[in-house]
């Protein structure tokens, strides 16, 4: 993928192409994956059919909708990709921002990518979706 977007694809070489420039005017990886996948192949051969997209974000742009978001990556099995764009928890309401930090924290905690023990709910939103 790196390469189709004319990137190199050594860690030592990082921004050689215009991938960074899309990341600074706010594409998000979805987007781009979304993207690439689109031009390269028939999503539906690589991607297992569902009654709706198995790949879901929480937008700034929407975040009345980010607690529902939330909620279906941790409780539909048939979501496989969920993502986050920077920021899409700094405008809601203090509740509703704890409620889905701990959706996260179980999200992370049930692809055992997060250690329990470790860091509260809020420092992994905050380091996942950022302020």
């Known amino acids: 993928m790196l390469h189709y977007l004319r990137e190199s694809p050594s860690p030592l070489s990082l921004c050689s192409g215009p991938l960074c420039g ?17 031009t ?3 999503d539906r051969c690589i991607h297992q059919a569902s009654s709706h997209s198995p790949a879901i974000s929480m937008l700034r742009e929407a975040a009345d909708l980010n607690d529902g978001i939330a909620e279906s990556a941790v409780n539909d099995f048939e979501v496989v990709l969920f993502g986050a764009q920077h920021g899409a928890l700094s405008s809601l309401a203090e509740g509703v921002s704890q409620r889905i ?17 470790g860091d509260s709910a809020a ?3 905050a380091c996942v979706v950022g302020g």
């Open 22 to 38: 899309h990341v600074r005017n706010e594409a998000t990886a979805m987007a781009l994956y979304y993207l690439y996948t689109a």
């Open 40 to 42: 390269k192949t028939d």
């Open 101 to 117: 930090s701990n959706q996260l924290q179980g999200i992370f905690e049930g692809a055992s990518v997060e250690d329990p023990s």
């Open 123 to 125: 420092t992994l939103a």
